[in-house]
């Protein structure tokens, strides 16, 4: 069965692939790297999107060797997360949010999420 915060990502990767203004966004995230990869911990499971220079992503289950950054927390948590209804400094204030690595790479994602959503 695939959770929410599967299901939430795989939207992502889905709209960000199949739209060219999203991908040109990508790519601009990237900037001079060969790409990015973020990782998601949960109390269910482990997956990583891999953030790809030429602007598209892929979602996939399990652990990456070296992640750029890593989100610790429970799925409900991470959902509240990304989808807008709760900040990180709240969740890092409490304890509910871990962030290891480049935290800095929560930006950009968190603002392509938003357009995402936004777009429905």
Known sequence: MTSSIM?????????????SE???????WVGPYQGKVLQLETEAETV???????????????????????YKARSETLMNLFTGQV???DLMKRWELIIIGAAHES??????????????
């Open 48 to 70: 990583h999107i891999i953030v790809f220079k030429q602007g598209t992503m892929e979602l996939r289950k399990g652990s990456y060797p070296s992640p750029d950054v890593i």
């Open 87 to 89: 900040s990180f400094r």
């Open 22 to 28: 999203l991908r040109e966004q990508v790519k601009r």
């Open 107 to 120: 930006v950009p994602l968190g603002q392509l999420m938003l357009q995402v959503l936004q777009a429905g």
């Open 7 to 19: 299901q939430l990502f795989d939207g992502l990767v889905t709209k960000v692939n199949n739209t």
